[in-house]
């Protein structure tokens, strides 16, 4: 669906870190490539500012810096959902956007449509 443009696939700093410090190869290259080709918003450094005052609120509620920064990459990008496998990042309730997990994602699209 990102492929065919009808998801916009959001990246960021702390989401390319991270993926340079995957220790498989094959891996770290075939990810940063979909991320590199694929992602139509990029959310760079030139915001860090704002992204880590976003993201010190989001750390107030008990998650780590770094899920923090990329719920609030997230939330500057203007995101309604943010996708993850990590049961405590889920636990974070916010009105700006939804976290979910692929799952529940994925039943919502067929529910609601991709306009959801």
């Known amino acids: 669906m990102v492929k065919e443009d009808l ?3 959001v990246s960021s700093y702390m989401l390319l870190y991270e993926c340079e410090h995957i220790p498989y190869e ?5 990810i940063y490539g979909y991320i590199t080709q694929y992602a139509k918003v990029h959310v760079g450094t030139e915001v860090l500012t704002e992204i880590e005052s976003i ?6 509620t008990g998650v780590k810096f770094k899920d923090a920064c ?17 049961k405590r990042l889920l636990r974070y309730k916010s009105p700006e956007i939804e976290l979910v997990t692929p799952i529940e994602f994925v039943s919502r699209l067929e529910t609601n449509g991709y306009d959801d």
């Open 26 to 30: 094959i891996r770290r290259r075939s």
């Open 55 to 60: 993201a010190s609120g989001i750390m107030d």
């Open 70 to 86: 990329h719920t609030a990459s997230a939330i500057f990008a203007g995101c309604r959902y943010f996708i993850s496998t990590d």
């Open 7 to 9: 998801l916009t696939l």
